[in-house]
């Protein structure tokens, strides 16, 4: 069974991310994913680009993956508004 922390490893693996978080049940998980490559990227674009970092495991391992892919200016803005500490 494939853990949260093997899904951060496959997408850290393919894609650079200053935040990355992954929750799951072994089959339905949801992460959490900034990255300045998805700077000027439409949300469709940004999910490809975390797609092709899995590769086949999308198709093979994980079942479900939700995603919220964020640019670090979007994550810093939202932390901001909701008065969380910056990271």
Known sequence: MVSPEDV???IAAGLECSVLEVTGDGQH?????VSSLFEGKRPVQRHQLVYRALGDRMREEIH?????TLTPAEFQAGNA???APRQ
């Open 8 to 10: 951060r490893g496959y």
């Open 29 to 33: 998980f949801e992460a959490l994913i």
């Open 64 to 68: 479900a993956l939700s995603m919220r």
């Open 81 to 83: 508004a909701s008065g």
